[in-house]
Every structure is written in C-alpha cells, then in structure tokens.
C-alpha cells in the first residue's frame, strides 16, 4: 500500500492540536475510574518523590556542612626541620581530596599564644606555658585540613599517617563511620521505592490509554488507510498521558511547598537537632516542584506513547 504524505500547514496544525486536546480530556472523563487510578497513582509516586528529593536535598547540604566542619589535624615531629615541614606541605597538596585553599599550618607558637588568649591568666596553666621558650616549648606544630569528601576522610588520613616526620593524625573517625552508612540506606532505600513507584504508575498510565486506543479502533484504522501521519494519530494520547501526568503533579507540588515550608518552620529550620540543619525552603521548594511537574507529565507522556507505538505497529500489520 502507498501512503500519501500528509503535509501540516501552520493554522491546520493548531486546529488539530485544539481536536486533540478536546480529546484527550474527553477520553479522561470517558474512562474515569482507570484516569482516577493513573492520577492517584502518579500522585502518590510524585509525593513519596518529593519526600525522597527533601531527603536527598537534605543529607546533602548536611554532608556539604559536615565536610565543611570536619577536620584531619595532622601533627608534626618535634624534630622536624624547616624543610621536612615545606616537604610535608607539598605531599599534602598532592593528595585530592585535601582542599588545597584550607590547608592550614600552625607551628607550637602560634599554638603556644592562642592557648594563652583562651586561658585565665590567672591560672596555673597560664604562668607555666609563660615561662616555655621557643626550645622548652612542649606543643607540636601541626596542619589542620580540610576534605572535599568524607567518603574518603579515613582513606585520606591513611594516607597522611604515611608521610615522613607526621607524628600523629587526628579525626572524628566515629562519627564518619556512623554517618556514611545510613547516608548510603537512605539514598538507596528511596532510589529503589521511586523506581518501583514509577514502573506502576507508567503500567496504570498504559492501561488507561490502552481503553481509549480500543473505543477508537475503528477511527484510527480509517486515519491510517487514508494516509493520516502517525504523529497526528498519536498526538491525542500523548495529551492525554500528559495531562493524567499533569492532574497527578497537582497535589504534590502543593503538598510539597506547603508541608516543607510549615515543617521548616516548627521545627525552627533543623532536624529534631540542632546538630541537622535544614536547607531554606526557598528557592529548593521551587525547584523541587518543577522536578515534580516534569517528572509527572514525562512519565505520563511516556506511558501514553510506548502503548499507542505498540499498538498501532499491531494494527498497521492486521490491515
């Protein structure tokens, strides 16, 4: 068979587009109860979604600050010379995880002073660290350093305890050994539910369109032997899936906004403790909404296009 190509001129274009739209909401309300479950479906994927975004969103800019807070404090041999110290300096620098702009040197002076300005001067530790010299003085000088990621903190140190004239390296080792693995759970365990979530809302989603595609049968197959493009076939239930998707978004994107914004604020912008803080719910809440309309309508889109391919390929072959 010879099919005549079909060319669509600009004002043709958008009255087909307006039939299709008409269309696609007339299907919606046609199989009700199927597009009721596909929105709450998709409604109920795109709010466990955004809980999993929140979290995500959340642990990151807590392991930003954790990182930020966490220091490697590297301690120098009491014998070290001027150059075994330039020489530690630049071993350091080579090693990638250590921000190369934080790196900190502060030799047993510099430490002597500053303990001296936090100590009473009425004490008895402030008039015994008076009397040290530059050679009586007890303290070692030592590099406080900064990380990139706290994924590699302990293999950094490691590294660190490697370098001649280090005397000792000091971290918060308990507390990254604890931390990282629940980070890990939680992206995994969400990562995992959005996935499952998705697949069954898509299945719902190609089963509503799927009813519309048969109550049309008998119209599509008079579009196809008369040369109708399959874009203009198509394009009908991919609004449809679009909108399904869109309707799905609504309640979300609301929930979302509204339940960050008011949990934010009774929680007084930390989580359950003020060691977690939470990140400003503006412009994140934003963006996270947009994600959300995106991710609906394209799963929605999706759905609707994979089951209307398929079965126009079954029919195109039957006639």
């Given at each position: 068979?010879i099919?005549?190509?079909?060319?669509?001129r600009?004002?043709?274009?958008?009255?087909i587009?307006?039939?299709?739209?008409?269309?696609a909401?007339k299907?919606i309300?046609?199989?009700?109860s199927l597009?009721?479950?596909?929105?709450?479906c998709t409604t109920?994927?795109l709010?466990?979604?955004?809980?999993a975004?929140i979290?995500?969103?959340n642990?990151?800019?807590f392991?930003k600050?954790?990182?930020?807070?966490?220091?490697i404090?590297v301690?120098?041999?009491?014998?070290?010379?001027?150059d075994?110290?330039?020489s530690?300096?630049?071993?350091?620098?080579?090693i990638?995880?250590?921000k190369s702009?934080e790196?900190?040197y502060?030799?047993k002076e510099?430490?002597k002073?500053e303990t001296?300005q936090?100590t009473d001067?009425?004490?008895s530790?402030?008039?015994?660290?008076k009397?040290?010299t530059?050679?009586?003085?007890p303290?070692?000088?030592?590099f406080?350093?900064s990380v990139k990621?706290?994924?590699?903190?302990?293999?950094?140190a490691t590294?660190?305890?490697?370098?001649?004239?280090?005397?000792?390296?000091?971290?918060?080792?308990?507390v990254?050994k604890?931390?990282?693995?629940?980070?890990?759970?939680v992206k995994?365990v969400?990562i995992?539910?959005?996935?499952g979530?998705?697949?069954?809302?898509?299945?719902l989603?190609?089963?509503t369109?799927?009813l519309?595609?048969?109550?049309?049968?008998?119209?599509?197959?008079?579009?196809?032997?008369?040369g109708?493009?399959?874009?203009?076939i198509?394009?009908?239930?991919v609004i449809e899936?679009l909108f399904l998707?869109?309707?799905g978004?609504i309640i979300?994107i609301?929930a979302?906004?509204?339940g960050y914004?008011?949990?934010?604020?009774?929680?007084e912008?930390?989580?359950?403790?003020?060691?977690?803080?939470?990140v400003n719910?503006?412009?994140?809440?934003?963006?996270?909404?947009?994600?959300?309309l995106l991710?609906g309508?394209?799963?929605g889109?999706?759905g609707s296009?994979?089951?209307v391919?398929?079965?126009?390929?079954?029919?195109w072959?039957?006639v």
């Open positions: 068979m099919r005549r190509k079909e060319v669509i600009p004002m043709k274009a958008i009255r587009f307006r039939r299709n739209v008409a269309n909401f299907s309300f046609r199989n009700f597009s009721i479950a596909s929105i709450i109920i994927t709010v466990i979604v955004s809980i975004m979290v995500s969103v642990v990151n800019s392991t600050d954790l990182a930020s807070t966490l220091t404090l301690y120098v041999d009491k014998n070290a010379t001027e075994d110290i330039n530690i300096k630049s071993k350091l620098l080579e990638k995880n250590i702009d790196l900190l502060k030799d510099t430490l002073e001296m936090k001067k009425n004490s530790l402030y008039s015994i660290m009397t040290w530059k050679e009586t003085n303290l070692e000088s030592e406080i350093i990621s706290i994924e590699e903190l302990e293999e950094t590294t660190i305890e490697k370098i001649d004239k280090i005397s000792n390296v000091q971290y918060s080792e308990s990254v604890k931390m990282i693995p629940v980070f890990d759970i995994k969400t995992a539910i959005i996935i979530l998705i697949v069954v809302t898509i299945f989603i190609c089963n369109i799927k519309t595609i048969f109550a049309r049968k008998n119209e599509i197959e008079i579009m196809r032997l008369v109708t493009s399959n874009f203009v198509k394009l009908p239930f899936g998707g869109i309707i978004s979300p609301i979302t906004i509204w914004i008011i949990s934010y604020d009774k929680l912008g930390y989580f359950f403790t003020n060691f977690i803080k939470m719910p503006m412009p994140t809440m934003i963006y996270i909404s947009l994600a959300l991710i309508s394209l799963v889109m999706l296009y994979t089951t391919r398929k079965y126009l390929k079954i029919w072959r039957e």
